[in-house]
Protein backbone atom coordinates (compact mmCIF):
# COMPACT_ATOMS: atom_id res chain seq x y z
CA UNK A 1 0.00 0.00 0.00
CA UNK A 2 2.38 2.78 -1.10
CA UNK A 3 -0.20 5.04 -1.21
CA UNK A 4 -1.20 4.87 2.09
CA UNK A 5 -0.16 8.17 3.48
CA UNK A 6 -2.30 9.94 0.11
CA UNK A 7 -5.12 7.49 0.80
CA UNK A 8 -5.35 8.79 4.19
CA UNK A 9 -5.12 12.23 3.82
CA UNK A 10 -8.57 11.62 1.09
CA UNK A 11 -10.46 10.32 3.52
CA UNK A 12 -9.94 13.27 6.00
CA UNK A 13 -10.66 15.80 3.30
CA UNK A 14 -13.78 13.44 2.10
CA UNK A 15 -14.99 13.77 5.49
CA UNK A 16 -14.14 10.77 7.53
CA UNK A 17 -14.78 10.62 11.29
CA UNK A 18 -11.22 11.24 12.75
CA UNK A 19 -10.61 9.89 16.24
CA UNK A 20 -7.40 9.23 18.60
CA UNK A 21 -6.29 7.91 21.53
CA UNK A 22 -2.78 7.06 22.83
CA UNK A 23 -0.29 6.38 19.78
CA UNK A 24 -3.72 5.51 17.69
CA UNK A 25 -5.68 7.63 15.06
CA UNK A 26 -8.87 6.03 13.54
CA UNK A 27 -10.21 6.73 10.50
CA UNK A 28 -13.75 5.50 9.71
CA UNK A 29 -16.78 6.89 7.45
CA UNK A 30 -19.42 7.17 11.03
CA UNK A 31 -19.57 3.65 11.61
CA UNK A 32 -20.97 2.59 14.72
CA UNK A 33 -19.08 4.35 17.79
CA UNK A 34 -18.73 1.03 19.62
CA UNK A 35 -16.96 -0.54 16.90
CA UNK A 36 -14.71 2.70 16.69
CA UNK A 37 -14.17 2.96 20.56
CA UNK A 38 -12.73 -0.83 20.59
CA UNK A 39 -10.95 -0.98 17.55
CA UNK A 40 -8.62 2.03 18.98
CA UNK A 41 -8.53 0.63 22.49
CA UNK A 42 -7.74 -2.62 21.35
CA UNK A 43 -5.42 -1.33 19.11
CA UNK A 44 -3.36 0.45 21.90
CA UNK A 45 -3.79 -2.64 24.16
CA UNK A 46 -1.76 -4.72 21.38
CA UNK A 47 0.53 -2.24 20.45
CA UNK A 48 1.83 -2.01 24.27
CA UNK A 49 1.43 -5.86 24.42
CA UNK A 50 3.60 -6.37 21.43
CA UNK A 51 6.25 -3.64 21.82
CA UNK A 52 6.78 -4.94 25.60
CA UNK A 53 7.31 -8.36 24.37
CA UNK A 54 9.93 -7.47 21.08
CA UNK A 55 11.16 -4.88 23.01
CA UNK A 56 12.63 -2.60 20.93
CA UNK A 57 11.15 0.65 22.30
CA UNK A 58 8.64 1.41 19.69
CA UNK A 59 6.64 4.28 19.84
CA UNK A 60 5.39 5.69 16.89
CA UNK A 61 2.37 7.21 15.89
CA UNK A 62 0.07 4.46 14.23
CA UNK A 63 -3.08 5.35 11.91
CA UNK A 64 -5.93 2.63 11.23
CA UNK A 65 -8.72 3.26 8.68
CA UNK A 66 -11.99 1.23 8.60
CA UNK A 67 -13.55 0.53 5.68
CA UNK A 68 -16.75 -0.55 4.84
CA UNK A 69 -16.25 -2.55 1.79
CA UNK A 70 -14.97 -5.91 0.75
CA UNK A 71 -10.93 -5.87 1.17
CA UNK A 72 -7.99 -7.51 1.94
CA UNK A 73 -7.02 -6.01 5.92
CA UNK A 74 -3.10 -4.85 5.54
CA UNK A 75 -0.52 -2.85 7.33
CA UNK A 76 1.98 -0.40 5.44
CA UNK A 77 5.46 -0.92 7.28
CA UNK A 78 6.76 2.13 6.04
CA UNK A 79 3.84 5.01 6.93
CA UNK A 80 2.60 2.88 9.66
CA UNK A 81 -1.00 2.72 8.53
CA UNK A 82 -3.27 -0.16 9.03
CA UNK A 83 -6.72 -0.55 6.30
CA UNK A 84 -9.09 -2.63 8.15
CA UNK A 85 -12.40 -3.92 6.87
CA UNK A 86 -15.36 -2.91 8.87
CA UNK A 87 -15.75 -7.04 8.88
CA UNK A 88 -12.59 -7.38 10.26
CA UNK A 89 -12.84 -4.39 13.14
CA UNK A 90 -16.02 -5.67 14.31
CA UNK A 91 -14.83 -9.36 14.68
CA UNK A 92 -12.93 -11.22 17.37
CA UNK A 93 -10.49 -12.51 14.76
CA UNK A 94 -7.04 -11.59 15.69
CA UNK A 95 -6.40 -9.57 12.57
CA UNK A 96 -5.73 -5.90 14.17
CA UNK A 97 -2.87 -8.16 16.28
CA UNK A 98 -2.12 -9.58 13.31
CA UNK A 99 -1.38 -6.05 11.02
CA UNK A 100 0.35 -4.71 14.60
CA UNK A 101 2.73 -6.95 14.73
CA UNK A 102 3.56 -6.99 11.00
CA UNK A 103 4.06 -2.35 11.97
CA UNK A 104 6.13 -3.31 15.12
CA UNK A 105 8.27 -6.01 14.07
CA UNK A 106 8.69 -4.56 10.30
CA UNK A 107 9.70 -5.56 6.98
CA UNK A 108 13.49 -7.15 7.68
CA UNK A 109 14.18 -11.22 7.38
CA UNK A 110 15.86 -10.42 4.26
CA UNK A 111 13.65 -11.19 1.91
CA UNK A 112 11.95 -14.50 3.51
CA UNK A 113 8.26 -13.66 3.62
CA UNK A 114 7.48 -16.85 5.73
CA UNK A 115 9.70 -14.91 8.81
CA UNK A 116 7.35 -11.63 8.25
CA UNK A 117 3.92 -13.87 8.04
CA UNK A 118 5.40 -16.55 10.42
CA UNK A 119 6.14 -13.61 12.97
CA UNK A 120 2.55 -11.78 12.98
CA UNK A 121 0.94 -15.56 13.09
CA UNK A 122 2.63 -16.05 16.19
CA UNK A 123 2.25 -13.04 17.78
CA UNK A 124 -1.47 -12.82 16.52
CA UNK A 125 -1.86 -16.36 18.25
CA UNK A 126 -0.34 -15.22 21.40
CA UNK A 127 -1.81 -11.93 21.58
CA UNK A 128 -5.18 -13.05 20.46
CA UNK A 129 -7.99 -10.83 22.20
CA UNK A 130 -9.14 -14.02 23.86
CA UNK A 131 -5.67 -16.21 24.40
CA UNK A 132 -6.12 -16.10 28.30
CA UNK A 133 -9.45 -18.12 27.63
CA UNK A 134 -7.07 -20.46 24.65
CA UNK A 135 -3.94 -22.01 23.59
CA UNK A 136 -1.54 -21.38 20.99
CA UNK A 137 -3.09 -23.88 18.17
CA UNK A 138 -0.69 -23.08 15.25
CA UNK A 139 0.60 -26.11 15.12
CA UNK A 140 -2.39 -28.24 15.37
CA UNK A 141 -3.85 -25.15 12.26
CA UNK A 142 -0.31 -26.04 10.45
CA UNK A 143 -0.76 -30.16 10.75
CA UNK A 144 -4.64 -29.36 9.35
CA UNK A 145 -3.82 -27.51 6.74
CA UNK A 146 -1.07 -29.78 5.25
CA UNK A 147 -2.48 -32.96 5.68
CA UNK A 148 -4.97 -31.53 3.05
CA UNK A 149 -2.39 -29.74 0.52
CA UNK A 150 0.84 -31.52 1.14
CA UNK A 151 3.96 -29.78 2.99
CA UNK A 152 5.09 -26.86 0.96
CA UNK A 153 8.77 -26.39 1.68
CA UNK A 154 9.25 -22.86 3.46
CA UNK A 155 12.11 -21.46 0.74
CA UNK A 156 9.67 -21.87 -2.26
CA UNK A 157 6.52 -20.11 -0.48
CA UNK A 158 7.28 -16.22 -1.10
CA UNK A 159 4.92 -15.99 -3.86
CA UNK A 160 2.14 -17.58 -1.92
CA UNK A 161 2.09 -14.79 0.28
CA UNK A 162 1.60 -12.45 -2.78
CA UNK A 163 -1.90 -11.36 -3.89
CA UNK A 164 -1.51 -12.53 -7.29
CA UNK A 165 -1.27 -16.42 -5.83
CA UNK A 166 -4.64 -15.49 -4.54
CA UNK A 167 -6.27 -18.71 -7.03
CA UNK A 168 -3.80 -20.81 -4.65
CA UNK A 169 -6.09 -20.62 -1.85
CA UNK A 170 -5.93 -23.65 -0.19
CA UNK A 171 -1.98 -23.75 -0.33
CA UNK A 172 -1.98 -19.47 0.87
CA UNK A 173 -3.93 -20.95 3.97
CA UNK A 174 -1.01 -23.63 4.21
CA UNK A 175 1.81 -21.90 3.87
CA UNK A 176 0.57 -18.80 6.19
CA UNK A 177 0.06 -21.50 9.28
CA UNK A 178 3.53 -23.25 8.38
CA UNK A 179 5.35 -20.06 9.01
CA UNK A 180 3.66 -19.46 12.19
CA UNK A 181 4.16 -22.77 13.00
CA UNK A 182 8.11 -22.41 12.06
CA UNK A 183 8.54 -18.99 13.62
CA UNK A 184 6.78 -20.76 16.87
CA UNK A 185 9.50 -23.53 16.93
CA UNK A 186 12.29 -21.36 16.43
CA UNK A 187 11.36 -18.95 19.24
CA UNK A 188 10.31 -21.65 21.89
CA UNK A 189 13.45 -23.70 21.11
CA UNK A 190 15.82 -21.72 20.94
CA UNK A 191 14.95 -18.42 22.15
CA UNK A 192 13.50 -14.71 20.54
CA UNK A 193 16.67 -13.22 20.69
CA UNK A 194 17.98 -15.27 18.26
CA UNK A 195 14.89 -15.20 15.54
CA UNK A 196 15.37 -11.39 16.09
CA UNK A 197 19.27 -12.25 14.54
CA UNK A 198 17.80 -13.84 11.94
CA UNK A 199 14.92 -12.18 10.88
CA UNK A 200 17.14 -8.84 10.71
CA UNK A 201 19.29 -10.74 7.86
CA UNK A 202 22.10 -12.86 9.26
CA UNK A 203 21.92 -16.46 8.15
CA UNK A 204 20.23 -19.97 9.93
CA UNK A 205 24.08 -21.41 9.79
CA UNK A 206 25.25 -18.07 11.91
CA UNK A 207 22.48 -18.41 13.98
CA UNK A 208 21.71 -21.81 14.52
CA UNK A 209 24.60 -23.68 13.30
CA UNK A 210 22.45 -25.53 11.14
CA UNK A 211 21.08 -24.57 7.22
CA UNK A 212 17.40 -23.51 6.86
CA UNK A 213 17.21 -26.77 5.44
CA UNK A 214 17.79 -28.65 8.28
CA UNK A 215 16.36 -26.56 10.95
CA UNK A 216 13.11 -26.83 8.43
CA UNK A 217 13.78 -30.71 8.66
CA UNK A 218 14.29 -30.57 12.77
CA UNK A 219 11.26 -28.75 13.31
CA UNK A 220 9.01 -31.29 10.89
CA UNK A 221 10.48 -34.46 13.24
CA UNK A 222 9.08 -32.74 16.30
CA UNK A 223 5.94 -31.24 15.52
CA UNK A 224 4.39 -33.37 12.58
CA UNK A 225 5.90 -36.62 13.02
CA UNK A 226 2.54 -38.09 11.63
CA UNK A 227 2.86 -36.74 8.01
CA UNK A 228 5.95 -38.51 7.80
CA UNK A 229 8.57 -36.80 6.76
CA UNK A 230 8.68 -34.02 4.20
CA UNK A 231 5.86 -33.88 1.89
CA UNK A 232 6.36 -31.78 -1.45
CA UNK A 233 3.76 -30.08 -4.29
CA UNK A 234 5.35 -30.85 -7.39
CA UNK A 235 2.17 -29.02 -9.33
CA UNK A 236 1.74 -25.76 -7.13
CA UNK A 237 2.43 -23.54 -10.90
CA UNK A 238 -0.43 -25.24 -12.84
CA UNK A 239 -3.20 -23.27 -13.20
Not at 182 to 207: A, D, N, P, T
Request: include cysteine; hydrophobic fraction near 40%.
Amino acid sequence: MKSGLAFFWALLLAGCVSQSEGLVTLTHAGEDEYVAKNVLERTNSVIKKINAYWGEGFNSSVRVNIEDRKIRSSANYTNRFINLSLRAAKSRRPVIEHEVAHIIAGRDASGRRFLNEGIAMYLEQKFHPDAEYRSIDLDEKAERAMMRTGFISLQDTNEFFLDSAERLKAERFTVYREAGSFVRYLIEMHGLKQFKEVYRGFSFESVYGVTIDEIQSQWLDVKFPKLGGRKYRTDLNKP
